[in-house]
């Protein structure tokens, strides 16, 4: 019966990536070179008499790997030159026979289960065709080719790889399907979309970059967000702000986009519709509009998506949901049903409610006599909407207020007053709601991440 013999390529110069030493970061607490290995030894251990073969740099060749390593002493002649350096050594082992096949495996996959791994191989060898491929939204690696089709690979140069080879042979090929998160890759690093830069998805977004990952915020063109100060979409206005220490910059492009990540920044963009996710493949995404509503977002959008507060089902549009009502329940993971619903009444503090919140009385462009931070008494005129004063509903610091010249319908939600008088700090940094809400969105994260690495 053929064998099934085991390549992982592990020699890339990892240019995409932007680190030479990809491999040795980890998932989960695990590197991802490693991460595979196990996995393939696992399947090796039931399937006797097969090689399993690691294609590494120079770098990995100090770590002790017991299988049989070669070491590719031109990575820059690209992936082609690993698959013949493959081909040749494996071919030399004494477990090889005429007629058998070899899987290639490239090693940025952390997510790729054991068991589909498995079964595509089980499919392969009873299916009898020559190729076998992983499948979602097209052929991705492992890829696994019988030796009839060596000939071909070993013809080819630069950074051309077996999938070329594959898209010759489509009748002879056969696939599984695979997860969404399975085929995700380290080059992606670890990307998060957040939609929408008001307070609370700034929350999310500032403790999701300050975990490392590369957040992507995606807004309107214009913005109405009430606490300015601390929301990453007052650079959408402004070009660029600074919450709590963190630059947000408005970009224009995908270039623009790399150059503010590589700056350590967090770069907005003026995309509603999510136009982005055509040449950006991000890890997750997060619906933080907070409009009530789904206003698009859908489960496909990337291997995880998560919709904060109502208007979301979790395993319907969204694989989860965090709750954004105050209380008990603030930050709860929901893995299925929804958030509880909008009540229209704002969050209770020190005592007030709805008192907090200040709406339109009238149509307008809004102009301002006070300013956020500003120590504001109950009845004291704080704007003006054309002729129509706006009042103070309440004694306290003016937190939050709408752009200047917006304009603004009767009954918008304008500014935010907080009640508690011990000082105006509040209204300049992220609120405890926020983060609240912002660590469950990484937790749920990291749980995911991990519940992905199970085998």
């Not at 992936?79 to 050594?89: H, P, V, Y």
């Not at 991000?282 to 698009?296: F, T």
């Not at 149509?363 to 103070?392: C, F, H, P, T, W």
Request: net charge negative; aromatic share 6%.
């Amino acid at each position: 019966m053929m064998k099934i013999h085991f390549a992982l390529l592990a020699a890339g110069r990892s240019l995409r990536y932007g680190k030479e030493d990809k491999l040795m970061e980890q998932i989960g607490g695990r590197e991802i070179l490693f991460l595979l290995l196990d996995k393939t030894r696992k399947i090796h251990a039931s399937w006797k008499g097969s090689t399993v073969l690691v294609v590494s740099g120079e770098k990995e060749k100090r770590l002790d790997i017991p299988e049989v390593c070669v070491v590719n002493k031109h990575p820059e002649r690209g992936i082609s030159s690993s698959i013949a350096l493959a081909l040749e050594t494996i071919r030399h082992q004494p477990e090889w026979q005429s007629g058998d096949a070899v899987c290639f495996c490239v090693c940025d996959q952390p997510f790729l289960k054991r068991e589909t791994l498995e079964a595509m191989l089980e499919g392969f060898q009873r299916s009898r065709k020559g190729i076998g491929c992983i499948d979602w939204n097209g052929p991705k690696n492992p890829c696994v080719f019988q030796e009839r089709y060596f000939p071909e690979l070993l013809n080819l140069s630069g950074d051309e790889g077996g999938k070329k080879v594959l898209k010759r042979h489509l009748d002879d090929l056969y696939r599984l399907e695979a997860k969404k998160e399975e085929v995700w890759d380290m080059d992606e690093k670890k990307t998060v979309v957040v939609r929408g830069g008001g307070d609370l998805a700034t929350g999310t977004a500032y403790l999701l970059a300050q975990k490392g990952c590369r957040v992507l915020v995606l807004e309107t063109g214009c913005p109405a967000c009430i606490r300015r100060q601390v929301a990453f979409c007052e650079a959408v206005y402004e070009g660029s702000c600074t919450v709590e220490g963190m630059t947000a910059r408005k970009v224009l492009s995908r270039e623009e986009t790399e150059e503010a990540w590589e700056c350590g920044e967090v770069p907005v963009l003026i995309d509603p519709e999510c136009s982005c996710l055509s040449w950006l493949q991000p890890i997750a995404l997060v619906d933080g509009i907070l409009a009530k509503k789904n206003l698009g977002t859908t489960i496909d959008m990337a291997p995880l998506t998560i919709g904060l507060g109502p208007g979301f089902t979790a395993g319907v549009d969204t694989d989860l949901v965090i709750e954004t009502m105050r209380g008990e329940t603030l930050g709860k993971i929901y893995r299925s049903g929804t958030a509880i619903p909008n009540t229209g009444v704002p969050g209770m503090i020190a005592g007030y409610a709805k008192e907090r919140v200040i709406h339109a009385p009238c149509s307008g462009a809004i102009r301002y006599l006070k300013q956020v931070g500003d120590l504001v008494e109950e009845g004291e005129v704080l704007a003006v909407i054309g002729e129509m004063d706006v009042r103070a509903t309440l004694t306290g610091y003016l937190r939050g207020a709408i752009k200047e010249g917006y304009p603004v319908t009767k009954g918008l939600k304008i500014m935010d007053i907080d009640p508690r008088t011990d000082g105006n700090e509040r209204c300049f940094v992220i609120s405890d709601k926020a983060l609240a809400i912002g660590g469950s969105v990484c937790r749920a994260l990291e749980e995911w991440e991990k519940t992905c690495l199970e085998n």
